[in-house]
């Protein structure tokens, strides 16, 4: 912006005057703030600002010849930062950075806390509907499902909960059950669900990579499936999705909207606070070889994880996912 349009005219700033004898504001605009930000120093920071505000007729050789402090109180003034301006930490020029630094992770984190909870309302009411159609299919199944998930953390599709003669036997009916046939055809049963047929070149090679015995590569594949799943049918079209992301970079914090959509899933629909270890993030320093850990196989870090029991709870956790997912797709309102 322009310093006339600022309220400074031509010739209204001699070197010998305070911020006072200007007429003009000292607000600082975002495209301002942001080129300062590049500055070598908050000194330099300093400079650039006033500069800035009064369109380059203040520079860094007049402002050697003033005082600088009232420049900076006529700039916390003007910019709201009394609450975030603490002269007694440090030099001033620091002190005035910090300050905006402070004033606008605030308005960040208020911002993200109203996306956050708009983003969740529009995620819940498909979320109840799974659930719904979930509970409502499953029946007295569900005992079963919860107490496998308690166990092992397992979570089934609906016809593995109808045919398992009992929890207690789960693995050696699943390890018998499983052939490369068993696999290849409910990998096929997932493409009733769009975001799994979307997918369906990586569902034929999870197949073949299984019955070649490449358990490793059929893992790699099967955890961003789940993930791609979840991101299409409840994510993706959320319209505050968008927004989410940007905060997400603006806060410079961990936050991964598809494991947070999981993890209401589950608080729905069987009381679970925490997403499974296996999705998880897990030290990489405390990881255990022959876990199943998405954090520690898609970042490299495990090597040993290639077994038939690990391959089959994540594809029978996909499995459970198309379940439950179904009931997104089937609503019309979605």
């Not at 203040?58 to 003034?77: M, N, S, Y």
């Not at 199943?292 to 956790?317: D, M, P, S, W, Y």
Request: hydrophobic share 45%; aromatic share 12%.
């Amino acid at each position: 912006m322009s310093a006339p349009e600022r309220g400074f005219s031509k010739g209204s700033l001699p070197v010998s005057s305070s911020p006072n004898t200007f007429s003009g504001s000292w607000a600082v605009g975002e495209e301002l703030l942001a080129a300062a930000r590049r500055a070598k120093s908050t000194r330099d920071f300093f400079f650039l600002l006033v500069e800035g505000i009064t369109g380059g007729r203040l520079g860094p050789k007049e402002l050697k010849r003033l005082e600088h402090k009232p420049f900076i109180d006529a700039i916390v003034r003007d910019n709201g930062l009394e609450p975030f301006f603490n002269p007694d930490a440090g030099s001033l020029y620091t002190a005035l950075f910090k300050a905006f630094e402070r004033k606008e992770r605030e308005a960040v984190e208020r911002e993200w806390e109203a996306v956050l909870e708009n983003w969740r309302s529009e995620l819940e009411a498909q979320l109840d509907r799974c659930v719904s159609l979930y509970r409502e299919a499953s029946g007295p199944r569900l005992e079963v499902a919860f107490e496998l998930y308690r166990r092992e953390e397992l979570l089934l599709p609906l016809w593995v909960l109808e045919e398992l003669p009992s929890p207690d036997e789960f693995w050696p009916w699943a390890l018998e059950k499983f052939s490369p046939s068993a696999v290849e055809e409910e990998l096929l049963r997932w493409e009733a669900l769009p975001a799994y047929r979307r997918r369906s070149k990586i569902l034929k090679q999870v197949a073949g990579a299984f019955a070649s015995g490449w358990l490793e590569l059929a893992i790699y594949a099967l955890f961003p499936l789940a993930e791609g799943a979840v991101w299409d049918t409840l994510v993706r079209f959320n319209p505050l999705e968008k927004r989410l992301e940007e905060l997400i970079r603006k806060r410079n914090r961990k936050f991964v909207t598809i494991q947070y959509a999981l993890k209401l899933l589950l608080q729905r629909l069987l009381s679970i606070s925490d997403i499974p270890s296996f999705l998880d993030w897990h030290p990489f320093i405390d990881y255990r070889e022959g876990t199943l850990n998405r954090h520690a196989i898609q970042h490299g870090v495990a090597v040993e994880f290639g077994t038939r029991e690990n391959f089959l709870k994540l594809l029978l956790f996909n499995g459970f996912l198309a379940d439950v997912l179904v009931g997104v797709e089937h609503n019309p309102e979605t």
